[in-house]
């Protein structure tokens, strides 16, 4: 039977999953939090626990510290994946929350409870940075920017006591990924499955097929119509991917 699963200041639940089943780790993008996997846990729920992870900084947590740096954040997300009982998991993270999800599989994986597969959404391969200096710019520089990639509800972009509220947690996320690169040894176990939006300006399929260096296992590359949130347009077929990767390696 179904149960509820409790859910910690790092690791959220929103639907109840069969004990003893797999799991699904979702990490956000910049800016963004645990509820933007809401539909995924409804989807997935109750043959799958899927766990969305919150960042510091950000809706129930606004009043604590940002944290800006990709490794640190993915040690402090290890260590919470690392309290909980085993399951054989997936990964998915999109955008900023591909390489916070690939950095806390590295991490895992040392210890023998790395994820059995990582899917990297709408970000180029964690060795190949991206600096557009986004968190130099003023504040509407920052909001532009955001406006730009179409992934905030537009009802919240023209809410100007919003944006301020959740400026801080956005410039530390670009803070994080635009000073971020890992390195080319960086190697997982497991396969990593990219997926990206086929006119995504933060992306194309040579930057993307980048991931593959960064597995000794299987690699596969799926371009979806859109742009760097094309999983907001295309959420079956996203899931049928999730699914599918679910199904080949758990």
Partial sequence: MATAVPTTAWLRRYHPADPGDRRLVCFPHAGGSASFYHPVSARFSPGVEVVAVQYPGRQDRRHEPCVDDIRTLAGLVAAEIRALPPKPSVYFGHSMGAAVAFETAWRLERDGLGPRALIASGWRAPSDPLDEGVHRRDDDGVFAEIRGLDGTDAALLADEEILRMALPAIRSDYRAIETYAASRDQVLRCPIITLLGDTDGKVDRVTAS???????????????????????????????????????HC
Avoid at 234 to 242: D, N, P, R
């Fill in 210 to 248: 980048g991931w593959a260096a960064h597995t000794n296992g299987a690699f596969r590359l799926r371009v979806f119509p859109g742009g760097h949130f094309y999983l907001l347009g295309q959420q079956a077929q996203v899931c049928a991917e999730v699914a599918a990767t679910l199904a080949d």
